[in-house]
C-alpha cells in the first residue's frame, strides 16, 4: 500500500461516516477488525493488504481530523464552490474535498500541491470530467485566499 491508496481509503471511510452520520472513531475500529477488512478485498482491490502501521496511522489521523474539524470543513466547501449549493454537490467532492483540504491545513508535512493534485487523482476514479474540474478549482481557489504567501 502507498500513501494515495491510504488517502483514498480515508476518503471513502469519510464518505461512509457523512452518508451514514456515524462516529469515525467507530467507524475506524469496524474497518480495521482483521476479518472486516479481508471481507473487503473480495470486492476491492484497494484493501488487498492490511495498511502498515504508518497508513494505518496516516488514515486515522485523516478520518478522526476530519470528523472533528467536518463543520469547518463544509463551510470551505460552500464558501469555495461557487455558484454551487452544499447539497448540489456529490457525497463523493464533498468527501474529497474535506480530505483534501484538512491535509492542506491541519498536516504542514503534506505539500499543498500534492494534496490538490492527489484530490483530482481520485476524483477521476469516481466522477465525471466537470467535477474533477471543479475540485481542482474549489481547492485552487481555497489555497489562494485561505493561506497566502
Not at 452518508?19 to 475506524?28: G, I, K, M, P, T
Not at 483534501?100 to 508535512?109: D, V
Request: charged share 25%; hydrophobic share 40%.
Amino acid at each position: 500500500m502507498n500513501r494515495s491508496e491510504a488517502r483514498e481509503i480515508a476518503m471513502r471511510l469519510c464518505f461512509e461516516i457523512s452518508s451514514r452520520a456515524c462516529d469515525a472513531r467507530e467507524v475506524l475500529d469496524t474497518f480495521f477488525d482483521g476479518a472486516y477488512y479481508a471481507s473487503l478485498a473480495t470486492e476491492d482491490k484497494l484493501y488487498e493488504g492490511m495498511p502498515q502501521p504508518n497508513h494505518r496511522e496516516y488514515i486515522e489521523e485523516l478520518v478522526l481530523g476530519i470528523g472533528e474539524h467536518s463543520a469547518e470543513l463544509d463551510g470551505y466547501v460552500a464558501k469555495y464552490a461557487k455558484g454551487w449549493k452544499f447539497g448540489r454537490i456529490s457525497r463523493t467532492a464533498v468527501a474529497v474535498l474535506k480530505t483534501a483540504m484538512y491535509e492542506i491545513m491541519y498536516m504542514p508535512q503534506i505539500p499543498n500541491g500534492a494534496a490538490i493534485n492527489e484530490a483530482v487523482e481520485i476524483a477521476k476514479k469516481y466522477d465525471e470530467p466537470e467535477t474533477v474540474s471543479f475540485i481542482n478549482g474549489v481547492l485552487g481557489t481555497f489555497v489562494r485566499e485561505e493561506l497566502p504567501q
